[in-house]
């Protein structure tokens, strides 16, 4: 009996003498559960996968590096053949973070998937129609001509979106295209 006194007053002593707050980092937490997911989707366990995503985004729900989340979970829904999920999830990536050529890719892949590349053309077409400067939509035709295998249409498009955004990093992946339709 005295012997476990003894251990809850040393147990005691150390929580108050200890003299820090225990704190919960959302944003590591948010990155532990999507290494855990990444690790669980190349194991093949897709639905866990997906999990994991789904908590490291509400953990950390709209900062740049959620885009990687988003990213991941859309890939996935493209394992789980639920491409319209996967779309939705890699059109968030492209808005968190528009950065990243991958997400764009990833993006046009879905909707070939559904089955709605044409009408997703069809759509950027005319916001471009409306706004020729809206590089986002540029760069979607572009990437959707590539896929479509019109590589006339796909150079032109990626041009435009050279000429309205020179200086990103994301133009030299573009560049790199072009180099391939030639």
């Not at 820090?20 to 866990?48: C, P, Q, S, W």
């Not at 989340?69 to 999830?89: E, K, P, V």
């Not at 590589?151 to 180099?179: H, M, S, W």
Request: glycine letters at 4%; a positive charge.
């Amino acid at each position: 009996m005295k012997k476990n006194l003894k251990y809850l007053l040393i147990l005691i002593l150390l929580v108050f003498l200890q003299g820090g707050k225990f704190v919960i980092d959302a944003t590591k937490n948010a990155v532990m559960h999507n290494e855990k997911g990444v690790r669980l989707m190349a194991d093949g366990y897709y639905a866990a996968a997906a999990m994991e995503f789904k908590l490291a985004i509400g953990l950390n729900p709209d900062s740049a590096a959620s885009a990687t989340f988003y990213n991941n979970l859309g890939l996935t829904y493209m394992h789980l053949h639920r491409y319209d999920w996967a779309a939705t999830s890699f059109e968030r990536a492209v808005n968190l973070n528009p950065n990243f050529l991958e997400y764009y890719r990833n993006l046009v892949i879905a909707y070939r998937a559904q089955n709605i590349i044409t009408q997703k053309v069809d759509k950027h077409i005319q916001i471009v129609k409306k706004n020729k400067n809206n590089s986002n939509s540029w760069l979607l035709l572009g990437l959707m001509y590539v896929e479509l295998k019109y590589d006339y249409d796909a150079r032109l498009c990626l041009k435009e979106f050279k000429k309205l955004e020179p200086d990103l990093l994301l133009t030299q992946g573009v560049d790199d295209i072009i180099n391939k339709l030639k």
